[in-house]
């Protein structure tokens, strides 16, 4: 399969002047169309609008403009690909990281040590030591990880420490997403009998633990729980230094999670609105006399990001009109297995990527995967989709594409960037699909014969 060759890469950087100007999702489909990025040979792929990015990031900084230390990193699970990254390293951002694969694809990215922050909730003795070594920041997840960053803290390690507290505010609209509930995995249980002395008392005997960090949840928290739990680790923080006598919590890591309006192309609630929250809560939170961490992740990428994907065939069965589509499970798999909580805006395009004229009709837009729940959307009403047609999974540009499920043994799909470009759009390869081969060997192709010389193989008869 010979894959397509973008015009032009990359999309930004290089001799001529960037230019500023949006590509609408429309625009970048009906090119990406004619280019052959989506199309016969390619049945789906992700793409990232550059300046979206850029724009987003902006908004982000700007929101925060008066508050004196600011570092904005980026959730790498978000989306974590690696040109991304390298996209949000180069606007100053950091990059916060959940596991060892997350900090290596930071690190390719070529974010600053001092500029990520490990976060995972299950940090292995051997990761505590290679962030302590390498001098990224960490927040403990519990006491007990606490006590092997005492065993493992280098004399001179440049790292910022904290601790992750549990508010137990309560949870939103999406229990998955609510990480601030009183049973929640996360953190110390500040509201369980006794924790709250014991986190002072740990601060109190470690100097150099500076940091309190608080992730009160994601898509589907209300601002004001939001704001509510990180009011509550403020106070914490004010506590803790009123019972050392001496300012030694000097940041606090506020998290990410500001929801994404998944209904249409409005972005609410936006950063300013977050901040406004925050400063009604608390109003010392951000003036200025602690550092301030941010952790954002979808509401950096979501909007700045769609699923392209061909539809196969189109049928009928009992009543119910079936688009078979590339788009499925393996894309999409949260809107998948919960589509109430997970919806998602699709649009129709023709075979030559213009919006699709046809009389709208009530239709169930199904993905490729082997079982009967591969629905990205149901009883939807759209223009008539037929065979080769396109369909646009919107707002995918955080935790859709850019993490596949490989169930079904289904490729990973290429994801592009694109921007405007002379007077067109322009493409870049962030990631190329998965090629077949490529699935055969990570399903184990070098050692093919493994099973068949073992004791317990069954002999042949
Ligand atoms: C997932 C996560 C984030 C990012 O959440 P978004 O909802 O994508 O903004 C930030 N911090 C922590 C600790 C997380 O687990």
């Not at 589907?220 to 506590?239: D, N, R, S, T, W």
């Not at 919806?343 to 995967?369: E, M, N, T, W």
């Not at 591969?374 to 646009?392: F, G, I, K, M, N």
């Not at 759009?425 to 490529?438: D, H, M, P, T």
Request: glycine share 10%; charged share 20%; aromatic share 6%.
């Amino acid at each position: 399969m010979s894959s397509p060759s973008p015009s032009s890469a990359p999309v930004a950087g290089g001799a001529a002047a960037p230019c500023t100007s949006r590509v609408s999702v429309a625009e970048a489909v009906r090119e990406a169309v004619a280019q052959g990025l989506v199309g016969a040979g390619e049945p789906a792929a992700g793409f990232v609008d550059v300046q979206g990015v850029r724009d987003t990031v902006d908004d982000l900084h700007r929101a925060f403009a008066h508050v004196p230390r600011v570092l904005h990193t980026f959730a790498a699970k978000a989306c974590s690909l690696v040109p991304v990254l390298r996209l949000l390293a180069e606007t100053g951002m950091g990059c916060e990281v959940a596991s060892p694969g997350e900090l290596r694809v930071a690190l390719d990215a070529g974010f600053p040590c001092d500029r990520i922050v490990l976060d995972s909730p299950a940090k292995t003795r051997q990761e505590i030591a290679e962030a302590l070594a390498l001098g990224v920041s960490l927040n403990a997840d519990n006491l007990d990880e606490l006590r092997r960053v005492d065993a493992l803290r280098p004399p001179h390690s440049t790292s910022v420490l904290g601790l992750r507290v549990n508010p137990q505010v309560g949870g939103g609209a999406i229990g998955a997403m609510s990480t601030a509930t009183a049973g929640s995995k996360f953190g110390v249980a500040l509201r369980d009998p006794g924790a709250r002395r014991q986190v002072v008392e740990a601060f109190a005997a470690r100097p150099w633990l500076t940091r309190l960090h608080a992730h009160v949840g994601s898509q589907g928290c209300p601002l004001e729980l939001i704001a509510a739990g990180l009011a509550a680790a403020h106070h914490l923080a004010e506590e803790i230094n009123a019972r050392v006598g001496r300012r030694q919590v000097t940041s606090l890591d506020l998290g990410g999670g500001l929801p994404v309006n998944f209904a249409d192309d409005t972005v609410s609630p936006t950063y300013p609105e977050y901040v406004a929250a925050l400063e009604a809560a608390e109003p010392a939170l951000l003036d200025g006399r602690y550092a301030v961490v941010t952790e954002f992740g979808r509401s950096l990428l979501a909007k700045n990001g769609f699923i392209a994907a061909r539809v196969e065939y189109v049928k009928e069965a009992g009543g119910r009109r079936i688009a078979l589509t590339h788009a499925g499970a393996h894309l999409a798999t949260r809107t998948v297995f919960m589509p109430e909580s997970w919806p998602l805006r699709v649009s129709a395009f023709a075979p030559d990527g213009r919006p699709k004229q046809a009389p709208p009709v009530r239709q169930d837009v199904a993905g490729p995967c082997c079982f009967a729940g591969d629905v990205v959307a149901h009883d939807r009403e759209l223009p008539e989709l037929s065979e080769d047609d396109v369909v646009v999974l919107h707002d995918t540009g955080a935790y859709y594409f850019s993490t596949p499920w490989s169930y079904n043994s289904f490729p990973r799909p290429a994801v592009y960037g694109y921007a405007a470009h002379r007077d067109g759009v322009g493409f870049a390869v962030v990631r190329s699909a998965q090629s077949v081969q490529e699935i055969s060997r990570e399903s184990g192709l070098d050692q093919a014969d493994a099973l068949l010389a073992t004791g317990t193989a069954p002999s042949p008869t």
